[in-house]
């Protein structure tokens, strides 16, 4: 039977580390080992090496105001350092297993929102400016102060919705589910397959990765996500030797031409922190970096709080250990990302791919950050790894961090559906933003009309306010004659 730890469980004692590097990361007063980290270090990276490709399609695919497009291999680059710069200082500083890269959702954002008002320069001196003023919010304690703020079944919630989220990406990713090309001719968005059936050697590789990796979980075998996402890039490999096949998508699993290649660095530090406020109007100006930073806040916060939950590594009020340094390195990564020009860098939720492989403490972070900066050289290598493969990895997780909805209250409804919410918004809107926002201002409506409103904190008051605009920021745009 496998000594692989349960998400919640959490050792008794606190056992002496074997080694300064033991004691450092506190790997086994967190119930864990060297073998756990190291394969959660692989596991998350491979989950989420995707965004090696991803990223600079879509960033590269766009032109700003003067028409300029930015170099697909030097967003590669830019992408793989940020990423692996971030991730390690993520562990060494806070010691939690969480990865960061390049933000999707956010580079969409600067991508198709904000560069076309304005040169590459300056759009990435706005993701410069929004990590900066993160930065100052947390140094206040007013980011910080909001997370120890929220209830703790609303956090549950996230978690939960977080789980469903992942999930969901993990069934679009692999093409298991695909939005329906003409979905304006039925009301239904979205379908099995690409035609309304699994079609396609490269659905059969997840489904059978799904297969395998459930069946592994249930067994308690050590490694389980890491050896379905390996075992079937192999097989991938195999059928796409055979067959030739094109439609695996972003990543093709066939041996590369070369193997090693050269990092090309040139827009590092290209960036322009002011010159959005010569390009456009100010007002303008404020209501992007206020979307930038209410999107990163809150995905960030859902993102940390789920993590730490699933690695059963918060404690009794639900707080989240180190939390001061987790949320300024985050916001130094945003920071970091602009100034790379590879967009806003953030906490990722993959992480959890590496938490259910029993990584439990920063050091996995130094394998995951290892691993991107081996990208840096052997890029070609180690992004052979089809999103077909590592899918599965997706739906496990989400399964795993599901199992938190027992800890909610459904009988309680000004608990519960602020939850549900929470839950339902995130996957049916593909973001962590909208889910936390929904629940909140649920939580906030619910407890006034019930007369409890002197239970709500202050800064929960605060925050659904900020939702409130966030939600409402077009017809806002329209009367401020921005739009």
């Given at each position: 039977m496998s000594d692989s730890p349960k998400a919640t469980d959490r050792p008794s004692a606190a056992p002496p580390g074997v080694n300064s590097v033991d004691r450092?990361?506190?790997?086994?007063?967190?119930?864990?080992t060297?073998?756990?980290?190291?394969?959660?270090?692989?596991?998350?990276?491979?989950?989420?090496?995707?965004?090696l490709v991803l990223n600079p399609i879509i960033l590269g695919s766009a032109k700003d105001k003067f028409g300029h497009q930015l170099d697909a291999v030097q967003l590669t680059t830019a992408t793989a350092l940020v990423a692996a710069v971030m991730t390690i200082i993520m562990g060494v500083g806070g010691n939690l297993p969480l990865a960061l890269a390049a933000g999707l959702g956010l580079n969409a954002v600067v991508a198709f929102q904000i560069a076309p008002l304005m040169s590459w320069d300056d759009a990435m001196g706005l993701v410069v400016l929004e990590g900066l003023l993160i930065c100052v919010l947390v140094a206040t304690g007013l980011r910080e102060a909001v997370m120890h703020a929220i209830p703790q079944p609303l956090k549950q919630a996230i978690s939960v919705g977080i789980g469903l989220f992942i999930a969901f990406i993990g069934f679009v990713d692999a093409g298991f589910v695909t939005r329906i090309p003409d979905a304006a001719n039925t009301t239904v968005p979205v379908q099995l397959g690409g035609t309304g059936a699994l079609t396609?050697?490269?659905?059969?590789?997840?489904?059978?990765?799904?297969?395998?990796?459930?069946?592994?979980?249930a067994r308690k075998v050590k490694g389980a996500i890491l050896i379905s996402i390996v075992t079937m890039t192999v097989?991938?490999?195999?059928?796409?030797?055979v067959a030739d096949i094109k439609a695996w998508g972003l990543t093709t699993p066939a041996w590369p031409d070369k193997v090693v290649d050269t990092p090309d660095f040139g827009l590092v530090g290209d960036f322009s922190l002011f010159g959005a406020f010569g390009e456009t109007t100010a007002i303008t100006v404020v209501l992007l970096v206020f979307t930038l930073v209410l999107s990163d806040f809150f995905d960030t916060m859902g993102t940390v709080v789920g993590?730490?939950?699933?690695?059963?590594?918060?404690?009794?009020?639900?707080?989240?250990?180190?939390?001061?340094?987790v949320l300024l390195i985050d916001g130094a990564a945003a920071a970091a990302g602009g100034a790379a020009s590879a967009s806003s860098a953030t906490s990722y939720i993959e992480s959890a791919a590496g938490v259910g492989e029993?990584?439990?403490t920063g050091f996995s972070n130094l394998v995951t950050g290892?691993?991107?900066?081996?990208?840096?050289?052997?890029?070609?290598?180690?992004?052979i790894v089809p999103l077909q493969a590592a899918a599965p990895a997706l739906v496990a997780v989400g399964f795993l961090m599901m199992t938190q909805v027992k800890h909610i209250d459904w009988d309680k409804y000004e608990i519960a559906i602020p939850a549900f919410l929470t839950i339902a918004v995130m996957p049916f809107t593909y973001s962590i933003t909208n889910g936390i926002g929904?629940?909140?201002?649920?939580?906030?409506?619910?407890?006034t009309v019930l007369g409890k409103a002197k239970e709500i904190h202050w800064l929960l008051w605060g925050t659904s306010a900020l939702f409130l605009v966030y939600f409402a920021i077009d017809p806002i745009e329209q009367v401020l004659g921005v739009k």
């Open positions: 450092f990361f506190k790997i086994s007063a967190r119930g864990s060297f073998g756990r980290e190291i394969r959660g270090g692989f596991a998350t990276f491979f989950t989420m090496a995707y965004i396609g050697w490269p659905i059969l590789v997840f489904c059978l990765g799904v297969l395998l990796t459930i069946a592994l979980l097989v991938a490999m195999i059928i796409n030797s993590i730490s939950a699933e690695a059963g590594l918060l404690d009794e009020q639900g707080k989240v250990p180190g939390l001061g340094r029993g990584a439990r290892g691993l991107f900066a081996l990208a840096l050289f052997l890029a070609p290598l180690l992004t929904a629940g909140f201002l649920a939580y906030v409506v619910i407890k």
